[in-house]
């Protein structure tokens, strides 16, 4: 947001602008990062005090709505053509794209073709998080000499004469590729605290040093926010490892972290122990709404369950089998029920947590959303008495705090959630996350899953695995993708349009 409070500054100094604005638009892969977007960039432009950068800028000036690029590029039935291309470009002097580490090569080529010459392209994402499903790791290999920088004397210079900061002089390379010259790497993490285990975790996957020295000295450097519940066994019982996982999935385990969780302070302020789905379950059975309780309270209400539920999350490398999220699922649910904080047999029992998986923007629903099933009854009938109904309560997802309540024969493709793909949480994060490795190595399992899983949590990770040999296994794994892009970047020091 202040790159573009910025951009648009400056924008009418040029002659052949003349005091016109840029026209911006801003896109994300998939519905649930387009949703994230808009949600933090419409707070973020309602904090700038516009009105006091040059060009007396307004908060139109800086646009909030996000859109998927296929929608942008405008997408055609039954053809994988779009309806802005070369000859129809986009009106657009600066797009910016988030997540595009999600681009896959196909995608991103019509991104170029569809923009005007004079356009400006800003890519925004982690180069180390998981590649797009389809063909390509676009932005991994446009970045792929950024640790380095490269940077030019020239490049260097101009950046201390702007900014009045000096680079180091390890960044500057009088042979850099003129690609190197547009790549900027956020070095310092604003996510995670100095000393965090979470951070040394990453960055040790993230630099494949996950070999059995480290598994036996990470787990053990006194992290207050990591923990390895089943480390200690080498190739652990599979039933006695899912039982676990089901246990962890209510409690959270937080007498299995530092201190059992207590007295960590992040960001002067102290963080609530690790929970598990007990926390949100409970927030729900214990709620005293009624029929008579305005509709405000029953949106509060599900703000704080859906924040609540938030708070934890069981990630998984697979899909099927008893350690992927079809079977932990189910597991999952079982247990809930009986422990008791599921108490009824209806398939749309109150507190079930649904994700959304495919874009319905007939409902605003993107995919990826999550929603819990509520058993509401602010609506009766002619005689007075409460009526029962099952609804679906969703963020808004516009930065206004709102609740969208969606009736379950309305959606259309969905599944439950206290399990998700690392895929699928890609753009999120959790409080707590829990990452579950299966007993062997598959092909999915790669450096970039095991990264990204780490990552999705925000400050208490739990890591259950079938084998401890497969985390290892899995870090020396890469996804090797032969689009290539990163050789003809090496060649030719940038791409043939730049």
Not at 356 to 380: A, Q, S
Request: with cysteine; glycine share 8%; aromatic share 6%.
């Amino acid at each position: 947001v202040k790159l573009l409070a910025a951009l648009q500054a400056i924008a009418g100094e040029s002659p052949e602008r003349a005091g016109r604005k840029y026209r911006i638009r801003l896109a994300a892969p998939t519905g649930k990062a387009a949703a994230r977007l808009n949600e933090s960039i419409a707070g973020a432009v309602s904090d700038l005090p516009l009105t006091e950068l040059p060009g007396g800028l307004d908060q139109d000036d800086i646009p909030i709505k996000v859109t998927t690029l296929h929608r942008l590029l405008g997408s055609r039935p039954d053809t994988r053509k779009f309806r802005h291309h070369q000859d129809n470009p986009l009106m657009v002097d600066i797009l910016v794209i988030d997540e595009a580490s999600m681009v896959d090569v196909d995608l991103m080529a019509s991104v170029f073709d569809a923009l005007p010459a004079q356009a400006q392209l800003i890519l925004l994402g982690d180069k180390d998080q998981l590649a797009s499903v389809d063909a390509g790791a676009v932005l991994g290999e446009l970045c792929q000499r950024a640790y380095a920088g490269h940077y030019t004397p020239d490049t260097s210079a101009w950046l201390a004469a702007m900014t009045g900061t000096p680079l180091p002089e390890s960044l500057i390379d009088a042979k850099g590729h003129a690609l190197d010259q547009a790549v900027a790497m956020l070095r310092k993490s604003y996510r995670f605290e100095e000393g965090s285990g979470i951070r040394a975790l990453s960055e040790a996957v993230n630099n494949s040093a996950v070999d059995n020295s480290m598994r036996q000295n990470m787990w053990k450097a006194g992290f207050d926010d990591v923990i390895w519940l089943n480390g200690d066994t080498p190739k652990p019982d599979l039933d006695t490892t899912l039982q676990q996982i089901c246990q962890h999935a209510i409690t959270g385990t937080p007498e299995a972290f530092r201190n059992a969780g207590q007295g960590r302070v992040v960001n002067n302020l102290e963080l609530a122990a690790p929970v598990g789905y007990h926390h949100y379950l409970t927030m729900m059975n214990g709620h005293r709404l009624t029929a008579d309780s305005p509709r405000e309270e029953w949106d509060a209400l599900a703000s704080q369950v859906l924040a609540a539920f938030n708070d934890f999350q069981i990630l998984c490398a697979l899909r099927r089998g008893p350690w992927g999220v079809e079977g932990l699922n189910e597991r999952v649910e079982e247990h809930l029920r009986a422990q008791h904080l599921i108490k009824e047999q209806h398939p749309w029992y109150h507190g079930r947590p649904v994700l959304i998986t495919g874009n319905d923007y007939n409902l605003g629903l993107m995919n990826g959303d999550i929603g819990i099933t509520f058993r509401v009854t602010w609506d009766k009938d002619a005689n007075g008495q409460p009526i029962e109904s099952r609804l679906v309560a969703f963020p808004s997802g516009d930065g206004t705090q709102g609740i969208r309540w969606i009736a379950p024969s309305r959606l259309q493709q969905l599944e439950t959630v206290y399990a998700m793909t690392v895929h699928k949480s890609q753009g999120s994060e959790f409080i707590h996350t829990c990452l579950v490795l299966p007993d062997r190595l598959s092909p999915v399992m790669t450096k970039e899953l095991v990264y990204t899983g780490i990552t999705r949590a925000r400050h208490w990770f739990s890591l259950i695995t079938g084998d401890t040999q497969v985390l290892s296994e899995a870090v020396n794994q890469r996804v090797v993708r032969a689009s290539g892009l990163a050789l003809r970047l090496v060649d030719n020091g940038a791409p043939t349009r730049q």
